[in-house]
Antibody, heavy 121, light 109 residues
Framework: QVQLQESGPGLAKPSETLSLTCAVS??????????WGWVRQPPGKGLEWIGT???????YYNPSLKSRVTISEDTSKNQFSLRLSSVTAADTAVYYC?????????????WGQGTLVTVSS | EIVMTQSPATLSVSPGERATLSCRAS??????LAWYQQKPGQAPRLLMY???IRATGIPARFSGSGSGTEFTLTISSLQSEDFAFYYC???????????FGQGTKVEIK
């Protein structure tokens, strides 16, 4: 059973960097069969894709966030991370990590439960 | 940038009735279209991919159609557990980008 679990501070200050980690069990992030990504959802709003990576295949970011986002992976811990710099209140959201590729290489099939990050001083 | 537009924003339907949700892409996405269901406080759940293929465990009352720029998700006979938000999502080949529609809320009439 594939499981993804987000973790990280629930509060970030404006202008600082938001950092989250997604721990994966039941699957390997170094598998070339799947991609891994981050999606966020501001309170009461819709879903926004942040970025996707696949092992040995590159990392791709939402153009609107590209200048502030970094996704990295730690295969020794089977986890991947999100860093979003220069945050503002507009970055307040539930952040989800997800896997792509069980059914189709480009759809999100397994999701973490999500973690709320509030940007406030 | 491909923009996905869903309509209506809210759909009021009685249990047992049919619900039809629309998703329009600003340019052709072929059949690279997925649908997700999300209930309050939960992560999204994959319903359909490839525009018309049900994911594992999704009931047959859910069906998808369309290609190019116009897509439809139909729920043939709404059950109580189907009242939720629904999002479409496209994938663009190059550069690789994923875009969600703004969502449709299906509520009890």
């Amino acid at each position: 059973q594939v499981q993804l679990q987000e973790s990280g501070p629930g509060l970030a200050k404006p202008s600082e960097t938001l950092s989250l980690t997604c721990a994966v069990s039941g699957a390997s992030i170094s598998s070339t069969s799947h991609k891994w990504g981050w999606v966020r959802q501001p309170p009461g709003k819709g879903l926004e894709w942040i970025g996707t990576f696949y092992y040995s295949g590159g990392t791709y970011y939402n153009p609107s966030l590209k200048s502030r986002v970094t996704i990295s992976e730690d295969t020794s811990k089977n986890q991947f991370s999100l860093r979003l710099s220069s945050v503002t209140a507009a970055d307040t959201a539930v952040y989800y990590c997800a896997r792509l590729g069980q059914f189709d290489p480009n759809v999100f099939d397994y999701w973490g439960q999500g973690t709320l990050v509030t940007v406030s001083s | 940038e491909i923009v996905m537009t869903q309509s209506p924003a809210t759909l009021s339907v009685s249990p047992g009735e049919r619900a039809t949700l629309s998703c329009r892409a600003s340019q052709s996405v072929s059949r690279n279209l997925a649908w997700y269901q999300q209930k309050p406080g939960q992560a999204p759940r994959l319903l359909m991919y490839g525009a018309s293929i049900r994911a594992t465990g999704i009931p047959a009352r859910f069906s998808g159609s369309g290609s190019g720029t116009e897509f439809t998700l139909t729920i043939s006979s709404l059950q109580s557990e189907d009242f939720a938000f629904y999002y479409c999502q496209q994938y663009n080949e190059w550069p690789p980008t994923w875009t969600f529609g703004q969502g449709t809320k299906v509520e009890i009439k």
